[in-house]
């Protein structure tokens, strides 16, 4: 039976959570990998928790949504409190460590606890606005799911438009890729 990676990432509408998830999936399908991403609003949508629920096979998905998830990343104080029960003995739990969440608060039952600084990266070493990439970076990192060079490439097919007009966000993105898996 094939190993299937459940990734589950939270944050507050906005941030980044759905454009993560979609560049993983497209990156696991450029590598010839299944990849299954279902998106989760409430019906706050903006302003409220936004849940992306990713997994990645190199055989064919079964259902959309899981219990326990593999790798669950919370960027908000919110997140962290409307993930926790997707949490398990052998989920990594990823958050940033800037948001102000008692340490007693965090999921006791995490195979291992990640606190990355990605929103203080971003804001004092490249800019705030690849936040969610730096995050990216991360997942890679921890998961090995995709490869950097899929994530990139992933990245350049979502976001080109944009590196046309203004070559210096490639470089940008990609920096903020490479730190985040530094972070872990």
Request: charged residues 25%.
């Amino acid at each position: 039976m094939a190993k299937v990676t459940k990734i589950m990432l939270a944050g507050e509408g906005g941030q980044g959570v759905q454009s993560v998830a979609q560049i993983l999936a497209e990156a696991a399908d450029n590598e010839g990998r299944e990849a299954l991403y279902i998106p989760n609003f409430g019906v706050e949508q903006r302003g409220g928790v936004s849940i992306a629920f990713l997994q990645i096979s190199d055989e064919r998905i079964g259902a959309p949504k899981f219990d326990i998830g593999d790798i669950v990343v919370a960027l908000s104080s919110r997140a962290v409190y409307r993930v926790k029960q997707y949490v398990g003995e052998n989920t990594v739990f990823v958050y940033d460590a800037s948001i102000d969440v008692p340490e007693e608060d965090l999921p006791k039952n995490a195979a291992k606890v990640l606190a990355i600084p990605a929103l203080e990266t971003a804001k004092n070493e490249l800019h705030p606005r690849v936040f969610n990439v730096i995050i990216l970076g991360a997942v890679v990192a921890a998961t090995k799911v995709v490869t950097d060079k899929a994530a990139k490439d992933a990245i350049e097919k979502k976001l080109g438009y944009k590196f046309e007009q203004n070559p210096k966000l490639r470089e940008l993105n990609y920096q903020a890729i490479d730190k985040g898996m530094q972070l872990v």
